[in-house]
């Protein structure tokens, strides 16, 4: 891919040029170069970019280096990260895969084992370590000492399963905003023994479920609505890891793309950040959304908000204990509460996106979208929405609409 890129910008420099049999190997290789370069040009017309971000401890440098290289190819960027916690975004990721494409196969499923022991092993040890009192098993803090984490058995899950029972941990748990506890902890708890069986091949629920910090580059390639050209756009989508304070140096790397895809965990009001437990989660989301808006690169880019977790919003409404919600006031009990306090929030995202919209960007496409990640009916209705929205655009602009 990168000898691709450079080839591609070397082409810049020649594609006036004429080759002839005659003039030689290089020149008859640089004509071949350049017929490839063409095809594949006229083959990725019909194909919208999206760039999928997060945040990561290390592979800060390849990530880098990989976008240089895709700079000049995108065309839609979907934007989200971690560094705001626990946004969602690789698990919509899992989601386009299943929806869109094969979903995942039985290679892949099985490399996901460590991951969800892993995530078992952290959750535990979060909950243990706040109460102050050892009564996790000898064995058991050895385990959570260490960088690596063995693989599941069934004695070390009955001794989590016995620990996870005590009502001591459950009240600890309980006040999971406090905490660090991952979303997935109550999901793989429950499933402790089917996750040390010593055949155990995660489930596509499993994978979903699972908790793992982007690194590196993966990417995917899915239509919304089909395989079919004529019935929606083709996207290709690339997840890509990197650190909360490098997003200085990547942002410019996003010139002339058309859409950008946020992806803000609403459900994160009263949590504060693994980087930095004195910042509260939603306000570094409102902070990295009122920049993002601000930065020049994006003065024609459309937006698209996705208002993520939900499932666990509604949960856990009154909004005021964030800063940002002060002023909530709520209105009755129930579901009719929940809506409340969730048009609130979708509010103080639209007030925030158009106070940070100068006159010069007032033409630019704005939608809000309410998503579940874990909803794999709503994510799909999500994304065939955002190709609607994304097609008319581009109708729009060839002044076909």
Known sequence: MRSIAILRMGSLCSRNR????????????????????????????????????????QHTRVCTRFLFFFNFFFVLFLFSLQGAGESGKSTIFKQIKLLFQTGFDESELKSYAPVIHANVYQTIKVCNNEKGVLVIGEKLSEIGGRLDYPRLTKELAQEIETLWRDPAIQETCSRGNELQVPDCAYYFMENLQRLSDANYVPTKDDVLNARVRTTGVVEIQFSPVGENKKSGEVYRLFDVGGQ???????????????????CAAINEYDQMLFEDENKNRMMETKELFDWVLKQPCFEKTSFML????????EKKVPLNVCEWFKDYQPVSSGKQEVEHAYEFVKKKFEELYYQSTGPDRVDRVFKIYRTTALDQKLVKKTFKLVDETLRRRNLFEAGLL
């Open 306 to 313: 996705f208002l993520n977790k939900f499932d666990i919003f």
């Open 18 to 57: 004429h080759y002839h049999e005659n003039d030689g190997p290089e020149n008859a290789q640089a004509a071949e170069i350049e017929r490839r370069i063409a095809q594949e040009t006229k083959a990725e017309k019909h194909i919208q970019k999206l760039l999928l971000l997060g945040i990561c401890t």
């Open 244 to 262: 909360r304070n490098e997003r200085r140096k990547w942002i410019h790397l996003f010139e002339g793309v058309t859409a950008v895809i946020f």
